[in-house]
């Protein structure tokens, strides 16, 4: 059974830096995609970064590139978003989700991923 839980969300100052974990089991990267979206409140989920360990890359929104760096623990099973930098306007609930993908080409759209964690909450003060 595939699972994701994401963990590292808070509270944080404008231009800090977090931190946040998906923790996956089920499945390998080397087989899956995996994504990060983001859901500001009252907004539509949009997606901010992609990454595939093999026959792939990372991919990132125009609104978080130079930002956010994903990173993976292969032995933990485990990817990271580090976000630097952050921006009131990055206050979201953020999810990591996953499909599975033989190549990995662009940013995945939410309607293409088919697991989902259920998100950690990341509050940017001004």
């Known amino acids: 059974e595939v699972q994701l839980v994401e963990s590292g969300g808070g509270l944080v100052q404008a231009g800090g830096s977090l931190r946040l974990s998906c923790a996956a089991s089920g499945f390998t990267f080397d087989d899956y995609a995996i994504g990060w979206f983001r859901q500001a409140p009252g907004k539509e989920r949009k997606e901010i970064s992609s990454f595939k360990s093999r026959y792939g890359g990372t991919y990132y929104a125009d609104s978080v590139k130079g930002r956010f760096t994903i990173s993976t623990d292969s032995a933990k099973n485990t990817v990271y978003l580090q976000m630097n930098s952050l921006k009131p306007e990055d206050t979201a609930v953020y999810y990591c989700?996953?499909?599975?993908?033989?190549?990995?080409?662009?940013?995945?759209?939410?309607?293409?991923?088919?697991?989902w964690g259920k998100g950690t909450l990341v509050t940017v003060s001004s």
């Open positions: 989700a996953a499909v599975r993908l033989t190549v990995l080409t662009r940013l995945l759209k939410e309607n293409e991923m088919n697991y």
